[in-house]
């Protein structure tokens, strides 16, 4: 199971776009990068997944550079009730295949 | 959009005492996990079913622990006898194959 490393906080300020970057070295070539969002006493709540370059959704982007040792979660213009924890995650896309989470990085978005 | 949901949302019990924790997985998945989270600590996995047995379990998941899926649509995590380390967060997770997708969770505080 690929090990992934994150910074365990970030401070923000509503309206500007934070940045995650997850660095997994050992990321093998059927691993997936996944990003979940938890909010205090609420269960994970999945963002985004991709395999390489780059992957948009309505709520964040992310960025897979070619060698796939990292990864950057993007959250354009946030607000307040973007604070919580995020998560980063690699492992196949296989059928039934569990979840292992790290211990995530606290965003704080301040007014 | 299709929701796991759990309940009871908080539950208390005294030491020794069985709880019964139950889900309901979106409609079309097969799948299905269910994970902890002690405060302030990381999500854990317990176990994952699939096609009415255990797929695979930590070391959390000891013999105080059993699932079971007892109709088409409830999925249920029993804690025979509780113990004061066991009270923490009970999140069950359900997946189509893909994605997997979390309950807001079950508190269990055991006193």
């Known amino acids: 199971l690929a090990k992934t490393t994150q910074p365990i906080s970030m401070d923000s300020y509503e309206g500007q776009e934070v940045n995650i970057t997850c660095s997994h070295n050992?990321?093998?070539?059927?691993?997936?990068i996944t990003w979940y969002q938890q909010f205090p006493s609420q269960g994970p709540r999945f963002i985004i997944q991709?395999?390489?370059t780059k992957v948009t959704n309505e709520v964040a982007s992310l960025f897979i550079p070619a060698d796939r040792k990292s990864s950057t979660l993007s959250l354009p213009r946030v607000s307040l009730s973007d604070t919580a924890v995020y998560y980063c995650?690699?492992?196949?896309?296989?059928?039934?295949?569990?979840?292992?989470f790290g211990g995530g990085t606290r965003v704080l978005v301040k007014p | 959009e299709p929701e796991v949901t759990q309940t009871p949302s908080h539950q208390v019990t005294q030491m020794g005492q069985e709880v019964i924790l139950r889900c309901v997985p979106i409609?079309?998945?097969?799948?299905f996990y269910w994970y902890r989270q002690i405060l302030g600590q990381k999500v854990e996995f317990l176990v994952s079913f699939y096609n009415n047995e255990i797929s695979e379990k930590s070391e959390i998941f000891d013999d105080q622990f059993s699932v079971e899926r007892p109709d088409g649509s409830n999925f249920t995590l029993k804690i025979r006898s509780t113990k004061l380390e066991d009270s923490a967060m009970y999140f069950c997770?359900?997946?189509?194959?893909?994605?997997?997708?979390f309950g807001e969770g079950s508190w269990l505080t055991v006193v």
């Open positions: 409609s079309n998945h097969l799948y």
């Open positions: 050992n990321i093998a070539t059927n691993d997936y």
């Open positions: 997770a359900s997946s189509a194959g893909n994605t997997i997708y």
């Open positions: 991709g395999y390489k």
């Open positions: 995650l690699v492992g196949e896309k296989a059928a039934g295949n569990k979840l292992t």
